[in-house]
């Protein structure tokens, strides 16, 4: 079977210090004071990365904090690029990636979802077609038509997953979509990824919920410290994944 996802040695590398001196004289004094840009500044996310994906398969991805989890989700997801190695995605993406990160406080509920549909890669008339849909999924009622300034933390999530979910993408990311939200809603979202499975998409599906991920996935990575160290069935990757957080203390 063929890999619908491939990572093949993939390293990324984030410069940590943005800030640059914005003229020579505070240029000179950060030399002096030896301030200037060393090796410690870089940190690499990832390293030497190595693993396929193949079509239909639901994988999970645990690891702690700082990992490199949601960097090699936002690799997948052509939000950011590898800084050595290849990435290879083989067909569309729903990225269900910081949701709502593509929405406007000023612009009501229903604008919104016009916004993030057209940067999703939706049409207006596709859109038009799923409106009720999604309106109906995120439970915002008559809130639609409200500012979304005026919107909770657990609304405006609830309105870019209905959004993310309604595009119809052969791979699915989904990044920590239960840590907000109430049980019930976390029930529905968890549905629903359910669903897109039995459609035989592709999800690779990131969390700290262990129990969730052991039961819905075929397959776990565990990462640490930007390295891939388990990449195998469920519960022998769950139990290397609680041996890292016992480490971590």
């Known amino acids: 079977m063929s890999a619908l996802i491939r990572f093949d040695h993939v390293s990324k590398k984030y410069n940590l210090h943005a800030d640059r001196p914005r003229a020579f004289t505070q240029a000179f004094v950060r030399l002096m004071r030896g301030q200037w840009r060393t090796a410690g500044d870089e940190f690499w996310a990832l390293s030497d990365v190595c693993f396929e994906i193949p079509e239909g398969q639901m994988v999970g991805i645990l690891g702690p904090n700082g990992s490199g989890k949601t960097t090699a989700l936002k690799l997948m997801s052509n939000i950011i690029r590898p800084t050595r190695g290849r990435v290879h995605v083989g067909a569309s993406v729903a990225g ?42 995120a439970e915002l009622g008559d809130f639609i038509h409200v500012q979304l300034r005026r919107y909770s933390t657990g609304m405006q999530v609830r309105l870019g997953f209905a959004v ?5 993408a052969q791979i699915v990311l989904a990044d920590e979509v239960l840590a907000v939200g109430d049980e019930a809603f976390q029930r529905k979202c968890l549905d629903r990824i359910r669903e897109l499975r039995a459609t ?8 700290h919920d262990v129990v969730t991920v052991e039961l819905m996935c075929d397959r776990v990575l565990v990462f640490s410290s930007g390295q891939l160290v388990e990449d195998g069935p469920p519960a022998q990757a769950v139990q290397h994944y609680h041996s890292l957080m016992a480490a971590h203390g």
């Not at 229903?110 to 038009?128: A, K």
């Not at 993310?164 to 119809?168: E, G, I, L, M, Q």
């Not at 035989?200 to 969390?207: L, N, P």
């Open 96 to 137: 269900l990636i910081g949701l709502g990160a593509g929405f406007h406080p000023d612009l009501t509920g229903r604008d919104n979802i016009y916004l993030n549909g057209s940067l999703l890669g939706l049409t207006r008339r596709e859109v038009d077609r799923r409106f009720d849909e999604i309106v109906e999924f």
């Open 164 to 168: 993310a979910v309604s595009v119809d």
């Open 200 to 207: 035989g998409r592709t999800i690779v599906f990131v969390s």
